[in-house]
C-alpha cells in the first residue's frame, strides 16, 4: 500500500503512527513466516501498550538472511558511487521528515523531543558521510621485484547480523547499517524488544532511496531470535550493541562460527573535573553527562571527580542546575527528563538510591518516582539524583546503573584520581575538565578509555570513531576506522616474469 511521507511516496506504508507489521523483509513490511507469539511493547511515556510485536522464528531468520545473502552479490558488485549515492538519499529522507521519526523515536524511547531530533539527524549525519566515503573505499596496489606487483583488494563480508539496544534504537541502527552497506555488505536488523519501532522506518526509508531489497532487513524478538541470528551459517559477521552480558554471549556465537565480531558495550566512565576548571562548563558537561536520556546512555560519565578544594561548591551548583531539569511529557519542547524506557528498569534504579543510601551515600537531590497527571501517570518518570558522600567501593559506583544517577567523588591529586578512574574493568569513555592543557592531555592519555573528551561530554561526530577498551568493547564504529570493521582484504599477486622456485626445478 502507498503512502504519503511528507511528500514521499513510500511504497510500503509508512504512515506517521505506529503500525505494524514490524518484520522487514525483501523490500516490505511483513509478518514473520512463522511466529513465536508475541509481544506487548509498553510505550515508556504512558505505560500503556504502543504496539504488539510477533516474535520471529528460525524459520523467519532463515528466510531474512537468505533474502540479504541472495542479494548480496548484486549490492557488493555496485560501484561505492552508485551505493553511496542511494545512502546519501536516504539521510536526505530522514532530514525531510525528522520531525516525524524523531516523534516515532518519542513513542519508542520516552525521551524528550530535543533529543530525538539531536538522535535522528545524526543518522542522516551517518548516511551521509559513509554514502560520501563509499566511493573512496579502495584497495592498495602494492609494486613488487621486477615489475611484479600485489593487489590489495578490499573486500565485503556478507550478510551482516546487527544486533540493538533500546536507548538510541534508530542511532544504533543506522551507525552499523551505514558503514556495512557503504562496503558492499547487506543487513539483518534485530531491534530491542522495547524499541521495535525505528529500524522498521529505515527499512522504508532504504527502500524509498533505491536501496535494492533485502539489502536491509529487520527481524523482531527478544534475546533467542538475537541467539538464532548470531548462529546463522550465512551470516558472516555480528555487529551487536547492548549489554557486556549478553556480548559475552554474541562472542561465544561468534567464537562457533569464526565470525568476526564487533561489541559496543556498558560503560561506568570517569568524568574528572580538577580545580581550575571552568565551573559553569563543569556542571553543564556533568548533566550531559548524567542526565540526557534519563541517564540511559552507555559512555555516560557517572563517576563524578572532583577536587577537594572545589567540591563542595561544584555540588551546589551541580544540584542547583539539576533541580531547574523539566521533568515531564517528552512530547512537550521544554520537557529535559522524559520517562525511563520500562517499570523494570526504573525499578532498578531505584534500587541503586537505596543500596547507595545504605553504604553511606548522600542524595543531595532527585531519586524518587515523580508520578505525572492524566495519561502519563503509569510511565516511569524519575528525578534525576546527584549522590555526595561516595565512595569507591559502592554498588552504584562500581556498576553500571544505566539511569539519571551522577555520584560524585572527591579527589586530592592527579595521581590518585587517574588510579581511581582506572580501577574498573570497564572503557568506555571519560573526560578531563582543567584549563591546564598540558594536564589536559596527560590525563586524556592516562584514561584507559575508547573515548576521553577534554573540557565536553558525550559528544558523538559520525567523523570520529566509537568504542570501548577492556570490557566496554571489541572494534570501533564510525569514522574512517568502521570500514575496516566491515571489509576484509583479497591479496593478488601478479607475477610478470618468470617463476622462480630456487633449486627445485632442474632443466
Ligand atoms: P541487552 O544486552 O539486554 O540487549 C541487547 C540486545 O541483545 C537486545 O536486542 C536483546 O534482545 C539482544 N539479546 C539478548 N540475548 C541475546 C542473545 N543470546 N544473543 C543475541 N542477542 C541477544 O542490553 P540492553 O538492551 O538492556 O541495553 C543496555 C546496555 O547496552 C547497557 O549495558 C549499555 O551500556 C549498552 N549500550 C552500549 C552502547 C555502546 O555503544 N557501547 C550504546 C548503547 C547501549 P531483547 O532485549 O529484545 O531480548
Not at 615489475?147 to 544486533?163: E, H
Not at 540511559?296 to 572545589?310: A, D, L
Amino acid at each position: 500500500m502507498a503512502s504519503n511521507f511528507g511528500g514521499r511516496v513510500i511504497r510500503h506504508g509508512f504512515t506517521r503512527t505506529v503500525t505494524g507489521p514490524w518484520n522487514y523483509v525483501a523490500g516490505r513490511r511483513c509478518k514473520p513466516s512463522e511466529s513465536l507469539g508475541s509481544m506487548k511493547v509498553p510505550e515508556p511515556a504512558t505505560g500503556h501498550v504502543l504496539c504488539e510485536v510477533l516474535v520471529s522464528g528460525p524459520l523467519e531468520v532463515d528466510r531474512a538472511v537468505a533474502s540479504a545473502r541472495e542479494v548480496f552479490p548484486a549490492w557488493s558488485k555496485l560501484s561505492g558511487r552508485e551505493r553511496g549515492q542511494k545512502l546519501i538519499a536516504a539521510g536526505r529522507i530522514i532530514r525531510e521528515n525528522l520531525e516525524d521519526i524523531s516523534k516515532l523515536e518519542v513513542h519508542d524511547t520516552g525521551k524528550p523531543i530535543w533529543e530525538a531530533r539531536v538522535d535522528i539527524s545524526s543518522c542522516a549525519d551517518a548516511l551521509e558521510y559513509y554514502g560520501g566515503l563509499a566511493p573512496a573505499i579502495i584497495g592498495q596496489h602494492v609494486p613488487l621485484h621486477g615489475g611484479s606487483f600485489a593487489m590489495v583488494q578490499r573486500q565485503p563480508l556478507g550478510v551482516i547480523a546487527g544486533i540493538g539496544a533500546w536507548n538510541f534504537p534508530m542511532q544504533t541502527c543506522v551507525w552499523k547499517v551505514a558503514p556495512a552497506l557503504a562496503c558492499g555488505n547487506t543487513f539483518v536488523y534485530k531491534p530491542s524488544q522495547f524499541t521495535p519501532v525505528t529500524a522498521v522506518t529505515l527499512g522504508e526509508i532504504l527502500t524509498e532511496a533505491g536501496v535494492p531489497d533485502g539489502v536491509f532487513n529487520v527481524i523482531q524478538g527478544e534475546g533467542e531470535t538475537g541467539a538464532k541470528l548470531c548462529g546463522h551459517l550465512d551470516v558472516a559477521k555480528l555487529s551487536f550493541t547492548g549489554s557486556i552480558p549478553t556480548g559475552i554471549k554474541v562472542m561465544e556465537a561468534g567464537a562457533k562460527g569464526i565470525k568476526s565480531v564487533t561489541l559496543e558495550l556498558g560503560g561506568k566512565s570517569p568524568l574528572i573535573i580538577f580545580e581550575d576548571a571552568d565551573k559553569k562548563n563543569a556542571v553543564k558537561a556533568t548533566l550531559m553527562a548524567n542526565f540526557l536520556s534519563q541517564g540511559q546512555v552507555c559512555s555516560n560519565g557517572s563517576r563524578v571527580f572532583v577536587h577537594s578544594s572545589v567540591a563542595s561548591e561544584f555540588m551546589k551548583q551541580l544540584v542547583n542546575a539539576t533541580n531547574k531539569l523539566k521533568i515531564g511529557d517528552p512530547f512537550n519542547e521544554d520537557t529535559t527528563v522524559g520517562a525511563t524506557i520500562h517499570e523494570d528498569h526504573a525499578k532498578k534504579i531505584l534500587g541503586y538510591i537505596a543500596s547507595a543510601k545504605q553504604e553511606g551515600a548522600t542524595v543531595l537531590c532527585g531519586g524518587e518516582r515523580v508520578i505525572q497527571p492524566g495519561k502519563l501517570a503509569s510511565g516511569w518518570y524519575l528525578s534525576p539524583a546527584v549522590l555526595g558522600d561516595c565512595k569507591d567501593h559502592m554498588k552504584v559506583v562500581r556498576e553500571e546503573v544505566f539511569g539519571s544517577i551522577a555520584s560524585v567523588l572527591v579527589f586530592d591529586s592527579e595521581e590518585e584520581v587517574v588510579r581511581r578512574a582506572n580501577d574498573t574493568n570497564f572503557g568506555l569513555a571519560g573526560a578531563v575538565f582543567t584549563k591546564d592543557i598540558q594536564r589536559g592531555h596527560r590525563v586524556a592519555n592516562a584514561i584507559e578509555a575508547g573515548t576521553v573528551w577534554i573540557n565536553t561530554y558525550n559528544l558523538y561526530p559520525t567523523e570520529v570513531p566509537f568504542g570501548g577498551y577492556k570490557h566496554s568493547g571489541i572494534g570501533r564504529e564510525n569514522g574512517l576506522t568502521a570500514v575496516d570493521y566491515f571489509t576484509q582484504t583479497r591479496t593478488v599477486y601478479v607475477e610478470m616474469g618468470d617463476v622462480d622456485c630456487g633449486p627445485l626445478y632442474q632443466e
